[in-house]
Nanobody, 122 residues
């Protein structure tokens, strides 16, 4: 399985922006379908967005129009650009990978990063 390392989290004010990065190791990164999830204290891990090996994207309604997911296969990296951040976006953000398609449930993603904390304050 591909190994994932996340970075880019931090503390920002409402309306600010952050770009999260997920660097992958291995020779088969371009074959993977990638996704971002987030988990706030006391809540289940929820789907944020996904990008296929061909570049197609899908977003949760809660972040649509504010977040953009992209990938650069030459750098083995997937990105999550977060704009117009709100306090409700505060969570630990995880990147995940899988070779197949299916429901956007955490159980369907076998490879995960360590997570990076995003905190949005007013």
């Amino acid at each position: 399985q591909v190994q994932l390392v996340e970075s880019g989290g931090g503390l920002v004010q409402t309306g600010g922006s952050l770009r999260l990065s997920c660097a992958a190791s291995g020779r088969t990164f371009s074959d993977y379908n990638m996704a971002w999830f987030r988990q706030a204290p006391g809540k289940e891990r929820e789907f944020v967005g996904a990008i296929s090996w061909s570049g197609g994207t899908l977003y949760a309604d809660s972040v649509k129009g504010r977040f953009t997911i992209s990938r650069d296969n030459t750098k083995n990296t997937v990105y999550l650009q977060m704009n117009s951040l709100k306090p409700e976006d505060t969570a630990v953000y995880y990147c995940a990978a899988r070779l197949n398609f299916g429901p956007y449930n955490p159980n369907n993603y076998p490879a995960w990063g360590q997570g990076t904390q995003v905190t949005v304050s007013s």
